[in-house]
């Protein structure tokens, strides 16, 4: 009997034990879990480093002071040929944020469900074209030699994987051919043990380089999957010799007159979340986009190279196997039928919209758990989304 209790409370000591070791990464995988419950997305969405591994991105140099000519927005805009309620549809997309920007000026700005100005809001996929825009800035130094050289030449880990042998071209294009399920609403789905793996502090890189499945030849057909993305990183890193994280504060974070510190999401080892992590206020989203509607020029110094914000902002992917509605360049959505106008898009609605032909930029920032349904005019909230942009571009041209 006694040996007995001593083998209970041996392993009662254990249990204790492993929980405590253990303790924050439960702790983290459950805040991951309810990331997006209904009644905390919100906050969630402002607070993401509560949740995830982070750091910080200081504020350097002088903030950039925004000039001002408010203007109420239209009441009505044009969806799908009909007309429909700005504010019924801002509200049906849990808007937490709009920011119109003209010529350089601010016409309208306003935040929703208790959201603030100061708020740090996460970019989910708007990160990627921040990615593609220190990208082109390796490209123009020589220190990525060729967008047509297979990405295992600069990350020898990723021979024997599924990316070996895809060109950077392919992988900005979204076309690698590489087999991974996207699917945010399936817990199962390879996005989502994405999550976890960054939740629980593991490596996206080890992740990567584990995918060995082709669902298609690489470049024959374009298939979003964000673990493309990560793979553009880690050819960044490793053309650069420099952690992507300060790449990206040393060519653009500390160039643009942000207003306050940002936050990026990272892995267990500190490798930045590039695919979706950034996290800064909705004035500082304005800035990249008119950063990118003034040919990446800022104030007399070409930050991003001219010719980088005109080719990764055009149609350049192979047709997309998705059905989508739109075309894509080096991680910039582009809608079919463009007049010139392009966006930055994440999941839940992010938006930063650009359209060179009105002078317009417009960041919408949202919390819309519904963002994959089916919308009233058929088409999807994303291009509903776009009409959306249109409309208020077009309203403030009159």
């Known amino acids: 009997m006694k040996i007995f209790v001593r083998v209970v409370l041996a392993l009662l000591v254990l249990a204790i034990g492993l929980l ?6 439960i702790q983290r995988l459950l805040r991951v879990n309810s990331v997006f419950d209904a009644d905390k997305i919100v906050y969630n969405f402002s607070h993401m480093d509560e949740a995830f591994f982070s750091m910080n991105l200081p504020q350097k140099g002088k903030a950039h002071k925004w000039k001002q000519d408010l203007q109420p927005l239209p009441e009505q805009i044009d969806i799908n040929g009909k007309s429909q ?18 010529n350089g000026k601010i016409l309208f700005e306003d935040y929703y469900l208790g959201t603030q100005q100061d708020d740090l809001r996460i970019s989910w996929s708007v990160a990627k074209s921040f990615l593609s825009a220190i990208f082109g800035i390796a490209v123009e130094e020589g220190l990525v030699e060729s967008l047509n050289d297979p990405v295992d030449k600069y990350v020898p880990r990723l021979k024997g994987s599924a990316y070996e042998g895809v060109t950077i071209r392919n992988v900005l294009n979204m076309s690698s051919g590489v087999l991974f399920d996207e699917d945010y609403l399936d817990k199962n789905s390879d996005i ?20 060995n499945v082709r669902e298609r030849e690489p470049g024959t057909g374009r298939h979003y999957v964000s673990i493309d993305t990560h793979v553009i ?8 010799g420099m952690p992507a994280s300060d790449y990206f504060q040393d060519k653009l974070w500390s160039k643009l007159g942000v207003g306050s510190d940002g936050i990026y999401l990272t892995d267990g080892n500190e490798v930045a979340f590039v695919l979706g992590g950034l996290n800064m206020r909705t004035r500082d989203y304005a800035l990249f986009g008119q950063l990118f509607l003034q040919n990446g020029r800022w104030k007399g110094q070409q930050i991003i190279p001219k010719n980088w914000v005109k080719e990764s902002t055009k149609a350049s992917s192979p047709p997309d196997v998705d059905g989508s509605g739109f075309d894509y360049g080096y991680q910039w959505w582009i809608p079919k ?30 919390a819309d758990r519904e963002f994959k349904d089916p ?3 058929g088409n999807g909230y994303k291009l509903d989304t ?10 403030y041209a009159e």
């Not at 989502?192 to 995918?211: P, V, W, Y």
Request: proline content about 2%; hydrophobic content about 45%; overall charge neutral.
């Open 20 to 25: 405590v070791i253990n303790y924050s990464k």
């Open 85 to 102: 309620s700005l504010k019924a549809f801002m509200e049906e997309t849990d808007t937490t944020a709009l920011l119109v920007i003209k």
């Open 192 to 211: 989502n043990k994405m999550g976890r793996i960054l939740a629980l502090g593991g490596s996206m890189d080890e992740f990567a380089a584990e995918m």
């Open 233 to 240: 990183g880690m050819v960044l890193r490793a053309a650069t």
């Open 337 to 366: 039928g463009s007049h010139g106008d392009f966006l930055a898009a994440g999941i839940y609605s992010q938006f930063i919209y650009v359209d060179p032909k009105t002078r317009t930029v417009i960041v919408k920032n949202s």
């Open 375 to 377: 919308s009233p005019s």
């Open 386 to 395: 776009v009409d959306m942009f249109r409309s208020i571009a077009e309203h």
